[in-house]
């Protein structure tokens, strides 16, 4: 009998653990406010750590602490060893523990400002932010930059974590000072809920009970806070699923998988599926435990659907009655984490969910300074910025604002080139000009315009250092097109500059934007039927590609006229070089704006190997007329 009331026991309490609420956070601030400590101590102090553990923590304190061989509770939580040896935390490092009455995931975010992108990573996805301030130091820029990203990635409760209390000799005319300043600061940001905590982590102050150092604070414990904060994340009323895998096991079981992140279904409910708007019911909601009648926010699911409706991943499927929105321009938030700064109108990609498709800023509407929340004038971002900018994709997608769904608000910009990510941001709302804008069908395309031309369109994209020749080759081979009855065009860099783009400069921004609006007149020639020559330096590869991307298969050849810079130099007639190296020419290619050179070109010209009309008789055969 005591052996079935012991298993009894077992299982309530397995059974209490599985259904405790799980609250997730993230500790951010400034650099050596004291994260990693707050967690390490909050670990150690909730009795959580194996004696194994414990052995190595002090064992590690002898060797690498900070506290003249006292235990060193951030080493918890440092486990990268160049965080160890320079005493600072670089990565995002998720830690998981647990009290009577609730289960907590806590993610410890690097305070500087070069790991800004990995502190965002950890927020992204946190109910509850714990601010960090050293008492010491009062609000500080990483305070403010930290602060407006919990507020952009919809965090609604903050602790104010006042650390250090004890060099302070827990002075409550500190606290109070810095508590006031920082409430002016959430009222900015639009932070509803801030409960400040004076504390000492490496002392335990204020961690798990209150502290009898400071009897003038009659608030809860850091712990007890985290216990009982109610937080609700924003989820949307109605069902809402992003298709993650369209399940196919056999030809007779066709499922959309998923996660729900928003609402309920059940099985006989109408859906509609995202941006197609096909319709059809729920036939069944099938799970590894089997089949459901109905589920709910947060619960993976594979729904199988009446009819045979097209979805694929990135679709979602959503409640017919209430579906979200469908656009391909936003207005949205964004935080920059590039090494490399964004220049609008240069292509990336945008991944919302498990849909990806192409996208570009099409214009910085302002940046915020994060220490004033001011809005400023920018042409571009650089590393940490963060701006309020449009958004233009090359497909719809279903979304939501960010503020009602952030499963289905929130997106990354990801780099062609380097399939680095390189942004984040919120989507706000929908630009409704979008929706004004429809293809119109022409009855005459360009493959009835190519016929009566007896001719394939193509576009010939000459690439290079100025003067490397590139405008007297493309010049060549168009006479001889010419004279074979090729219908043809050249556009070339310095003519289009004195009318098209007479009002773009030299800067990155501009000659990005001076390529997106060349490749666009070049697609218009090809669809003509016509074989359009481009002759531009188009220093960028990520311009290049774009102009690539907007033509068809076999249509786009990249001739890559290969010139020394020396060489360039020594033919400059127009003295162009001479001037950028005394500095009477700002941003010009090779001296102080780089040339990223084509890496996989269909013609690679050695201008070295033969002379201007040799290469363009190369450039003939390339076509295969």
């Not at 096991?249 to 959309?256: A, L, M």
């Not at 940490?384 to 900018?389: I, L, W």
């Not at 004195?498 to 090809?526: Q, S």
């Amino acid at each position: 009998m005591a052996a079935h009331d012991a298993d009894a026991q077992v299982a309530a309490y397995l059974q209490q653990h599985e259904t405790k609420g799980l609250l997730r956070f993230i500790t951010c601030g400034s650099v050596d406010d004291g994260k990693s400590t707050l967690i390490g101590r909050l670990l150690h102090d909730t009795k959580l750590l194996l004696d194994d553990q414990v052995a190595a923590l002090e064992a590690d304190s002898r060797k690498h602490g900070t506290q003249n061989g006292e235990l060193d509770f951030a080493l918890l939580v440092d486990g990268l060893a160049a965080e160890r040896e320079q005493g600072i935390t670089i990565d995002v490092a998720y830690r998981f523990f647990g009290t009577e009455r609730r289960k907590f995931i806590v993610a410890d975010c690097p305070g500087h400002e070069q790991y800004t992108r990995n502190m965002a990573t950890g927020a992204s996805t946190a109910d509850l932010a714990v601010v960090l301030v050293d008492a010491r130091k009062g609000l500080l820029t990483q305070t403010h930059r930290h602060s407006y990203i919990v507020s952009l990635l919809g965090i609604r409760h903050v602790v104010l974590a006042v650390n250090k209390m004890d060099l302070v000799g827990y002075d409550q005319s500190v606290f109070d000072a810095i508590v006031a300043g920082y409430r002016e600061l959430a009222a900015q940001l639009g932070i509803p809920q801030v409960q400040a905590i004076p504390l000492s982590a490496l002392k335990g102050d204020n961690m798990i009970a209150a502290s009898t150092a400071m009897p003038w604070y009659a608030g809860p414990s850091l712990l007890e806070h985290l216990e009982s904060v109610r937080v609700e994340p924003a989820s949307a009323a109605a069902f809402r699923l992003p298709v993650q895998w369209v399940n196919r096991p056999h030809q007779d079981f066709r499922g959309f998988a998923g996660t729900i992140v928003g609402g309920r279904v059940a099985v006989g409910d109408e859906v509609a599926v995202l941006p197609s708007g096909r319709r059809s019911t729920v036939a069944r909601i099938v799970t590894m435990d089997g089949d459901l009648a109905g589920a709910g926010d947060g619960q993976a699911v594979t729904l199988v659907l009446a009819d045979e409706v097209d979805a694929s991943r990135g679709d979602v499927i959503a409640a017919a009655i209430d579906p979200p929105e469908v656009a391909d321009q936003f207005a949205a938030h964004l935080l920059w984490m590039g090494d490399e700064r964004l220049l609008p109108g240069r292509p990336y990609l945008f991944k919302l969910g498990a849909r990806t498709v192409g996208a570009s800023v099409t214009e910085i509407k302002h940046k915020i300074d994060v220490n004033t929340q001011e809005r400023l004038a920018a042409k571009h971002l650089e590393l940490n910025e963060v701006a309020y900018c449009n958004l233009h994709l090359d497909q719809s997608v279903a979304f939501e604002p960010y503020a009602r769904n952030r499963a289905l608000g929130g997106f990354i910009l990801i780099d062609r080139q380097t399939n680095a990510t390189v942004a984040a941001g919120t989507l706000d709302f929908a630009l409704r000009r979008a929706g004004n804008i429809h293809w119109q069908h022409m009855d005459v395309d360009k493959q009835a315009r190519a016929r009566i031309k007896h001719q394939k369109p193509r576009c010939l994209w000459f690439t290079g250092l100025s003067g490397a020749g590139k405008s007297t080759i493309a010049n060549l081979v168009e006479k001889k097109l010419l004279a074979m009855g090729q219908h043809t065009y050249l556009l070339d860099g310095d003519n289009v500059r004195h009318g098209l783009n007479k009002d773009l400069g030299f800067t990155d921004e501009d000659r990005v934007e001076n390529i997106r609006r060349v490749a666009e007149v070049a697609k218009l020639m090809t669809d003509a039927g016509l074989i359009v020559l481009v002759s531009f330096i188009s220093p960028f590869r990520a311009e290049r590609e774009m102009a690539r991307s907007l033509f068809g298969e076999g249509e786009f050849l990249e001739v890559f006229v290969d010139t020394p810079l020396a060489e360039a130099e020594r033919r400059d007639v127009k003295g162009l070089y001479a001037k950028a190296r005394r500095g009477e020419l700002r941003n010009f290619t090779g001296i102080d704006s780089p040339y990223e050179i084509p890496e996989v070109p269909e013609l690679h010209l050695n201008a070295g190997d033969a002379d201007p009309a040799t290469l363009a008789e190369r450039v003939i055969a390339a076509l295969e007329l």
